[in-house]
């Protein structure tokens, strides 16, 4: 199997004999799939799935850089994501001209502690990209996220506008956004990471992993006027599928989302996860949004990704393991 | 190269450099305008038109003094404009080189700038500037700023595209990633074929704009009809008359010994001709018949500065020419949104100068050139145009580059401030209002919170409102609404604060607007947008049951 591309959720990939156990589980889209898989019936309610003896969830609390390791670590480390040689894609929130307290953008620390994993890992490139709102020279400068990636090596942080830097690729899972033009680098890439800011969002309740894969297309405005956009997240989700989910919590915008400013919750958490839906639905539970309790099922876009079988928000029958950092 | 190519080259680099610094921030101590405040037709017409002294012109003046004492050393040497015309005069000039025109004819024709002057003038005597249509330095940038830069940054990109995989693939990052901002502008076609028309008279003689039809040069002339520096030929003349024909400005009388300084551009080149070396440059107001008829007729200057007065009169009556006063009868254009800082809409026009270095500066390249918008006496005045670019609440740079002060050179606390114009959201285009579809992108991306999502009757989700006192005008939304073809929410000129002098801050306030000095700033949540009533089964924003 071609190393590119190794993320892509692609149908259809013939499984010769490099096939590894990552790849193996990327191809398989079901939901049911991946549960036989692990050997969990699929109306198994007590037994707790746990692919390849890690758990589904692990939510670190402490200090930014500190959580983001532990959480990671949790998961089997970077190491079992990131391969010698591998070109990594990390995809945080930096869209808004906002300084870190405002949490509309991915802590730096937690962006720069990601990226040092990556390269101790031995990832020969890692982008951290996104399609930012504002001023992308001063989105990249604000958040802190530049200069917090400037001395790591073989690190760059970049946003795109020309039409060069994408390319046009169709969703074949998509069931009413079919194609969309993605970034070079990340159809490149063989991992991608997000790594996105917990926050609440006027139009998707929440923004978190899913909505966040927005910014590395570039037209995410169709997703709204064209399509419906919760239902556009999730197909655009089943193309660009992360292999490893990590949602910065140190500090949550709780309300008045994306922009804010609004109640920023001092969450002092980091979670981690290899299904994005999972991640996005833990965070949800874990924090008031608006001041009350929301369920995951309560946001559309993950409660659609859970029914087409893009992860899990059945938080109740997932292995969640929380560490101190 | 000789002395006077040197220094042509120096200015021309010079011009150009400080154009591509007017750019945002602004890395430069040096007034990047500088080019501008030294052409004497800017600061002749502006502080006539505007009826003020403008400090920042002061330049234009100098030139006007040391013409007094070194003729128009300006022309030859400075104006960028005169060596750009050299520069294409060389690539354009016709093979055989026969004058297509009798010498006689030429001399007639060179009275024509005096007329363009003159008629310059008449229209600031009633306070409408009309410097823009013929200022060299007001041509030149334009030339430079909204054609040629846009050009050249276009041919960089297409480069840029097509050897992409090959910088990457070679691993040479920081070029694979460089991405220089593409600019486009109005009104661009307009400007080039104006400059192939300038740069194609050629045809007639070298130079031609500048000795027939360039207005500075005929204020330049004025003063430097006996001139300190000037040509004198000595005993050794054989009358040769190479000088003569060799002359870019025809400038050598009939009698080679004799000049008309007025004409003389100082390039010295009938000083490098002459086989003889009969001919210097040398100080000294010694007598010397007085040139005739180097004016036209009385008769024909007061009917250029009649003509020009009349003219603004004339324009002045055509219902889109803009009055700043807001009374009933009074159009205003729906979509005339000036830059941050503009003065008061007569005085705006009756100072800009239509050079563009403030469109050119543009980060977001919302600065546009107008056509007929606002009538014939706004053309080429700038506008933002929200669908191509927001205005960006951290940014002054356009008040900065002006030479002339039409937008004021603002701190940046003054100018979120100034306010731009309000926008209103088109209901029948929004797809919250109109089709229930959970958008909102104008409430993301508004870095003023102007706008407030409110739950109405018959319709499911929140829509958006636009708090009045709130709004700055700065198109953030109109550009990011994704909506095509006309945005869902639009910026108009409506409420747009206008001030020749004082603190948009006082004033803003004074009128209960609501515009934080700094973008970035802790703000108040906007209004709670769940029902007053709060049921249990009402959710916030963007969540479903």
Not at chain 1, 38 to 52: D, E, M, N, Q, T
Not at chain 1, 198 to 224: D, E, F, P, Q, Y
């Amino acid at each position: 199997m071609n190393r590119k591309n190794r993320w892509l959720n692609k149908k259809g990939v013939s499984l010769d004999s490099s096939l590894t156990r990552r790849d193996f589980l990327k191809s398989q889209a079901g939901l049911a799939v991946l549960m036989a898989a692990s050997g969990v019936g699929v109306l198994g309610k007590a037994p707790v799935s746990r692919a390849g003896g890690y758990p589904d969830i692990g939510v670190a609390r402490g200090g930014p850089a500190e959580s983001a390791r532990a959480c990671v670590d949790l998961m089997g480390g970077m190491s079992s994501f990131v391969s010698s040689g591998d070109k990594v894609v990390i995809k945080p929130n930096m869209s808004f001209a906002h300084t870190p307290d405002r949490a509309t953008n991915t802590n730096p620390r937690v962006v720069s502690a990601l990226a040092e994993m990556c390269v101790d890992a031995g990832a020969s490139r890692v982008m951290v990209l996104d399609n930012t709102l504002q001023s992308a020279q001063r989105c990249m400068e604000l958040s802190g996220i530049r200069d917090a990636c400037a001395d790591i090596p073989n690190t760059r942080v970049e946003t795109f506008d020309s039409r060069r830097f994408f390319q046009e690729v169709s969703i074949p899972e998509g069931e009413s956004f079919r194609s969309t033009e993605v970034m070079r680098d990340v159809l490149d890439a063989d991992v991608l990471i997000a790594a996105p800011v917990a926050k609440s969002h006027s139009a998707t309740g929440v923004s978190v992993s899913m909505k966040g894969m927005m910014g590395l297309i570039r037209n995410r405005g169709v997703m709204h006027s064209r399509y419906n956009l919760n239902q556009a997240i999730v197909d655009l989700c089943t193309l660009l599928k992360a292999d490893l989910t990590v949602v910065d919590a140190t500090r949550v915008l709780s309300s008045h989302g994306p922009q804010g400013p609004g109640d920023v919750i001092e969450g002092e958490l980091v979670l981690a996860s290899r299904d994005m839906v999972a991640a996005d639905a833990k965070t949800v539970e874990l924090f008031p949004w608006y001041g009350r309790k929301i369920r995951p099922d309560q946001v559309e876009h993950i409660k659609m990704a859970h029914e087409r079988g893009l992860g899990r928000m059945d938080l109740d029958n997932l292995e969640i393991q929380t560490v101190d950092a | 190269m000789n002395f006077k190519r040197t220094l042509q080259a120096l200015s021309l680099f010079a011009f150009i450099t400080l154009l591509l610094l007017a750019a945002f921030p602004l890395r430069t101590w040096f007034p990047t305008d500088f080019f501008l405040r030294l052409d004497p037709l800017v600061f002749a017409g502006t502080v006539l038109g505007a009826r003020e002294w403008a400090g920042a012109l002061l330049p234009g003046f100098l030139i006007i003094l040391a013409t007094l004492f070194l003729g128009r050393f300006f022309c030859s040497c400075i104006c960028p404009m005169g060596v750009t015309l050299d520069i294409s005069d060389r690539i354009f000039r016709p093979r055989d080189s026969g004058r297509n025109l009798s010498v006689q004819s030429l001399l007639t024709l060179r009275r024509v700038k005096y007329l363009v002057l003159f008629f310059i003038l008449g229209t600031a005597i009633v306070g409408v500037s009309s410097v823009f249509i013929a200022s060299p330095l007001s041509l030149i940038t334009r030339f430079y700023g909204l054609v040629i830069y846009p050009f050249a940054v276009h041919v960089l990109d297409l480069g840029l595209d097509n050897l992409y995989m090959i910088y990457s693939g070679l691993g040479l990052q920081s070029l694979a990633y460089f991405e220089p901002q593409s600019y486009r502008f109005a009104t661009q076609i307009f400007i080039m074929a104006f400059f192939i028309l300038v740069f194609a008279l050629v045809v007639l003689a070298p130079r031609f704009w500048c000795r027939s039809l360039c207005p500075a040069g005929a204020l330049l002339a004025i003063f430097s009809r006996k001139p300190l520096l000037r040509r004198k030929v000595s005993t050794s003349c054989t009358e040769c008359g190479l000088c003569q024909r060799r002359c870019p400005m025809q400038a050598i009388e009939e009698d080679p010994h004799r000049t008309s300084h007025q004409e003389c551009i100082v390039c010295l080149e009938c000083v490098r001709v002459c086989p003889e070396k009969a001919v210097s440059f040398q100080a000294g107001w010694n007598k010397e018949p007085a040139v005739s008829g180097f004016m036209p007729q009385r008769r024909k200057v007061m009917a250029s500065v009649l003509g020009g007065v009349g003219s603004a009169l004339l324009l002045q009556t055509g219902i889109r020419e803009v009055r700043g006063d807001i009374v009933p009868g009074n159009v205003t254009p729906q979509f005339l949104i000036r830059p941050p800082g503009a003065l008061e809409e007569e005085d705006f026009l009756s100072r800009c100068i239509r050079c563009g270095q403030c469109m050119k500066a543009c980060p977001t390249n919302t600065l546009q050139p107008i056509w007929f918008e606002a009538g014939v006496l706004g053309l080429f005045s700038p506008k933002a145009l929200p669908r191509r670019g927001p205005c960006d609440p951290t940014c002054n740079v356009c008040g900065r580059v002006c030479p002339t002060g039409a937008i004021r050179d603002l701190p940046i606390n003054e100018r979120v401030w100034a306010r731009m114009g309000t926008a209103r959201v088109v209901r029948g285009k929004c797809l919250a209002w109109a089709w229930d579809r959970k958008c909102l992108v104008c409430f993301e991306v508004c870095p003023y919170a102007a706008l407030e999502l409110r739950r109405v009757p018959g319709i499911d989700i929140p829509v958006p409102f636009v708090i009045l006192e709130k709004c700055s005008g700065c198109g953030a939304c109109e550009f990011h609404c994704p909506v095509q073809a006309q945005s869902a929410i639009v910026v108009e000129p409506m409420n747009s604060l206008r001030m020749n002098k004082g603190s948009y801050i006082e004033e803003g306030r004074a009128q209960g607007m609501v515009l934080d000095p700094d973008p970035d700033r802790e703000r108040e949540p906007p209004e709670e947008i769940m029902p007053d009533t709060e049921e249990p089964d009402d959710l916030p924003p963007g969540f479903t049951d």
